[in-house]
Protein backbone atom coordinates (compact mmCIF):
# COMPACT_ATOMS: atom_id res chain seq x y z
CA UNK A 1 0.00 0.00 0.00
CA UNK A 2 1.21 3.87 -0.35
CA UNK A 3 3.30 4.92 2.26
CA UNK A 4 3.77 8.46 3.96
CA UNK A 5 3.90 10.97 1.05
CA UNK A 6 5.25 14.64 1.94
CA UNK A 7 5.27 17.54 -0.99
CA UNK A 8 7.53 19.15 -1.75
CA UNK A 9 10.41 17.35 -1.73
CA UNK A 10 12.62 19.88 -2.10
CA UNK A 11 12.15 23.67 -1.44
CA UNK A 12 14.32 26.67 -1.56
CA UNK A 13 13.37 29.67 0.01
CA UNK A 14 14.49 33.31 0.77
CA UNK A 15 14.57 34.36 4.52
CA UNK A 16 11.40 36.17 5.70
CA UNK A 17 8.85 34.31 3.20
CA UNK A 18 6.39 32.18 4.24
CA UNK A 19 6.73 28.20 3.27
CA UNK A 20 4.02 25.67 3.34
CA UNK A 21 4.62 22.17 3.81
CA UNK A 22 2.10 19.11 3.04
CA UNK A 23 2.29 15.56 4.24
CA UNK A 24 -0.32 12.86 3.78
CA UNK A 25 -0.58 9.97 5.89
CA UNK A 26 -1.20 6.14 5.60
CA UNK A 27 -4.62 6.02 5.18
CA UNK A 28 -6.18 4.82 8.36
CA UNK A 29 -3.64 5.98 10.46
CA UNK A 30 -5.24 8.82 13.53
CA UNK A 31 -2.19 10.34 14.85
CA UNK A 32 0.66 12.08 12.48
CA UNK A 33 3.70 13.85 13.72
CA UNK A 34 5.81 16.28 12.34
CA UNK A 35 9.75 16.49 13.22
CA UNK A 36 12.41 18.56 12.29
CA UNK A 37 15.81 17.01 11.30
CA UNK A 38 18.96 19.39 10.96
CA UNK A 39 22.34 18.07 9.10
CA UNK A 40 23.90 15.56 10.62
CA UNK A 41 21.63 15.13 13.53
CA UNK A 42 18.45 13.17 15.28
CA UNK A 43 15.47 14.16 14.83
CA UNK A 44 13.44 17.02 16.82
CA UNK A 45 9.90 16.48 17.50
CA UNK A 46 7.58 19.56 16.34
CA UNK A 47 4.04 18.42 16.76
CA UNK A 48 1.66 15.48 17.30
CA UNK A 49 -2.14 15.46 15.87
CA UNK A 50 -4.67 12.54 17.29
CA UNK A 51 -7.92 11.70 15.55
CA UNK A 52 -10.16 15.36 16.49
CA UNK A 53 -8.24 15.77 19.87
CA UNK A 54 -6.40 19.06 20.53
CA UNK A 55 -2.70 18.87 19.47
CA UNK A 56 0.44 18.25 21.31
CA UNK A 57 2.18 21.43 20.10
CA UNK A 58 4.80 21.39 22.48
CA UNK A 59 7.82 20.67 20.49
CA UNK A 60 7.05 23.93 17.50
CA UNK A 61 10.25 26.01 18.21
CA UNK A 62 8.62 29.76 17.93
CA UNK A 63 5.17 31.15 17.23
CA UNK A 64 6.49 31.34 13.67
CA UNK A 65 5.49 27.50 13.17
CA UNK A 66 1.95 26.18 12.74
CA UNK A 67 0.54 23.20 11.67
CA UNK A 68 -2.97 22.05 10.41
CA UNK A 69 -4.24 18.67 9.99
CA UNK A 70 -7.91 17.90 8.59
CA UNK A 71 -10.21 15.12 10.18
CA UNK A 72 -7.35 12.21 9.74
CA UNK A 73 -5.85 13.29 6.79
CA UNK A 74 -3.39 16.02 5.38
CA UNK A 75 -2.06 17.86 7.33
CA UNK A 76 0.37 21.16 6.36
CA UNK A 77 3.00 23.01 8.42
CA UNK A 78 3.71 26.50 7.76
CA UNK A 79 6.54 28.36 8.71
CA UNK A 80 6.65 32.02 8.65
CA UNK A 81 9.11 34.98 8.14
CA UNK A 82 11.44 32.05 7.91
CA UNK A 83 15.14 31.99 8.98
CA UNK A 84 18.38 30.70 7.75
CA UNK A 85 18.22 28.10 10.97
CA UNK A 86 14.89 26.68 9.84
CA UNK A 87 16.91 25.08 6.76
CA UNK A 88 16.26 21.50 7.81
CA UNK A 89 14.30 18.20 6.53
CA UNK A 90 10.81 18.11 7.61
CA UNK A 91 9.62 14.73 7.82
CA UNK A 92 5.83 13.92 8.63
CA UNK A 93 4.91 10.44 10.05
CA UNK A 94 2.46 8.78 10.90
CA UNK A 95 0.88 5.92 13.13
CA UNK A 96 -2.32 3.85 14.28
CA UNK A 97 -2.64 4.52 17.79
CA UNK A 98 -3.11 0.93 18.99
CA UNK A 99 -2.15 0.07 22.19
CA UNK A 100 0.83 0.81 24.16
CA UNK A 101 3.14 0.83 21.15
CA UNK A 102 2.65 2.90 18.25
CA UNK A 103 5.20 2.19 15.24
CA UNK A 104 5.42 5.13 13.54
CA UNK A 105 6.15 5.32 9.63
CA UNK A 106 8.05 8.17 7.93
CA UNK A 107 7.74 9.76 4.74
CA UNK A 108 10.79 11.09 2.32
CA UNK A 109 10.55 14.55 3.97
CA UNK A 110 10.90 17.93 2.70
CA UNK A 111 14.77 19.19 2.25
CA UNK A 112 14.20 23.17 3.43
CA UNK A 113 16.76 25.46 2.58
CA UNK A 114 16.47 29.32 3.77
CA UNK A 115 18.94 31.59 1.50
CA UNK B 1 17.26 16.31 31.01
CA UNK B 2 15.92 13.35 29.57
CA UNK B 3 17.76 11.99 26.55
CA UNK B 4 18.60 8.70 24.27
CA UNK B 5 22.40 8.82 23.33
CA UNK B 6 24.42 6.77 21.61
CA UNK B 7 28.12 5.55 22.32
CA UNK B 8 29.37 5.98 18.76
CA UNK B 9 28.87 8.50 16.40
CA UNK B 10 30.29 5.67 13.44
CA UNK B 11 30.89 2.30 13.00
CA UNK B 12 32.85 0.24 10.21
CA UNK B 13 32.05 -3.10 9.75
CA UNK B 14 33.61 -5.37 7.27
CA UNK B 15 31.06 -7.14 5.31
CA UNK B 16 29.78 -10.59 6.81
CA UNK B 17 30.56 -9.45 10.02
CA UNK B 18 27.86 -8.95 12.66
CA UNK B 19 27.44 -5.33 13.79
CA UNK B 20 26.34 -4.18 17.22
CA UNK B 21 25.14 -0.39 17.40
CA UNK B 22 24.40 0.59 21.27
CA UNK B 23 22.26 3.62 22.57
CA UNK B 24 21.87 4.56 26.27
CA UNK B 25 18.47 6.28 27.30
CA UNK B 26 18.32 8.06 30.71
CA UNK B 27 14.00 7.91 31.77
CA UNK B 28 13.11 4.92 33.50
CA UNK B 29 9.78 5.39 32.57
CA UNK B 30 10.13 4.80 28.97
CA UNK B 31 8.41 1.64 27.91
CA UNK B 32 9.02 1.10 23.90
CA UNK B 33 11.89 1.61 22.08
CA UNK B 34 12.39 1.29 18.10
CA UNK B 35 14.72 1.57 15.95
CA UNK B 36 15.14 3.05 12.11
CA UNK B 37 17.73 2.88 9.64
CA UNK B 38 17.87 6.12 7.59
CA UNK B 39 19.27 5.82 4.23
CA UNK B 40 20.57 9.54 2.33
CA UNK B 41 17.89 11.48 1.23
CA UNK B 42 15.23 9.50 2.81
CA UNK B 43 13.17 9.03 5.84
CA UNK B 44 13.38 6.88 8.78
CA UNK B 45 12.39 3.09 8.23
CA UNK B 46 11.18 1.37 11.10
CA UNK B 47 13.39 -2.05 11.82
CA UNK B 48 12.68 -3.55 14.78
CA UNK B 49 10.85 -2.48 18.18
CA UNK B 50 10.70 -3.53 21.79
CA UNK B 51 8.31 -3.43 24.89
CA UNK B 52 9.85 -2.64 28.32
CA UNK B 53 8.38 -5.83 29.41
CA UNK B 54 10.92 -7.60 27.28
CA UNK B 55 14.68 -8.41 26.83
CA UNK B 56 15.70 -9.01 23.42
CA UNK B 57 13.15 -9.54 20.20
CA UNK B 58 14.15 -10.77 17.04
CA UNK B 59 13.72 -10.38 13.53
CA UNK B 60 15.05 -11.30 9.94
CA UNK B 61 19.25 -10.68 10.76
CA UNK B 62 18.10 -8.08 13.59
CA UNK B 63 18.61 -8.58 17.42
CA UNK B 64 17.12 -5.86 19.74
CA UNK B 65 18.39 -6.09 23.21
CA UNK B 66 17.32 -3.82 26.34
CA UNK B 67 19.00 -3.75 29.40
CA UNK B 68 16.71 -1.73 31.82
CA UNK B 69 18.87 -2.56 34.96
CA UNK B 70 21.88 -0.22 32.95
CA UNK B 71 19.32 1.81 30.59
CA UNK B 72 20.78 0.15 27.78
CA UNK B 73 19.51 -0.56 24.17
CA UNK B 74 21.17 -2.35 21.50
CA UNK B 75 20.86 -3.68 17.78
CA UNK B 76 22.67 -6.15 16.30
CA UNK B 77 22.96 -6.93 12.62
CA UNK B 78 24.00 -10.69 11.51
CA UNK B 79 26.28 -10.97 8.19
CA UNK B 80 26.32 -7.30 7.72
CA UNK B 81 25.66 -6.10 4.17
CA UNK B 82 26.74 -3.55 2.17
CA UNK B 83 23.22 -2.39 2.00
CA UNK B 84 22.93 -1.77 5.52
CA UNK B 85 25.36 1.26 5.47
CA UNK B 86 22.89 4.06 6.64
CA UNK B 87 22.29 6.15 9.65
CA UNK B 88 20.57 3.99 12.40
CA UNK B 89 18.38 5.71 14.99
CA UNK B 90 17.24 4.46 18.04
CA UNK B 91 14.27 6.07 20.11
CA UNK B 92 12.33 5.60 23.25
CA UNK B 93 8.78 6.57 23.85
CA UNK B 94 8.53 8.36 26.91
CA UNK B 95 5.97 7.05 29.15
CA UNK B 96 2.78 9.23 28.48
CA UNK B 97 4.22 10.89 25.74
CA UNK B 98 2.74 10.26 22.09
CA UNK B 99 6.03 11.85 19.97
CA UNK B 100 9.22 9.58 20.07
CA UNK B 101 12.39 10.68 21.14
CA UNK B 102 15.36 10.18 19.47
CA UNK B 103 19.47 9.94 19.49
CA UNK B 104 21.75 11.35 17.45
CA UNK B 105 22.33 8.70 15.43
CA UNK B 106 24.93 6.23 14.17
CA UNK B 107 26.57 6.15 11.09
CA UNK B 108 27.44 2.24 9.77
CA UNK B 109 29.48 1.56 6.89
CA UNK B 110 30.24 -1.52 5.71
CA UNK B 111 33.29 -2.22 3.86
CA UNK B 112 33.90 -4.34 1.13
Known amino acids: GAGVSQSPSNKVTEKGKDVELRCDPI?????LYWYRQRLGQGLEFLIY????????KSGLPSDRFSAERTGESVSTLTIQRTQQEDSAVYLC?????????????FGPGTRLTVL | GESVGLHLPTLSVQEGDNSIINCAYS??????FIWYKQESGKGPQFIID?????DKRQGQRVTVLLNKTVKHLSLQIAATQPGDSAVYFC???????????FGSGTQLTVLP
Open chain 1, 49 to 56: FQGNSAPD
Open chain 2, 27 to 32: NSASDY
Open chain 1, 27 to 31: SGHTA
Open chain 2, 50 to 54: IRSNM
Open chain 1, 93 to 105: ASSLRRGGTDTQY
Open chain 2, 91 to 101: AENLGSARQLT
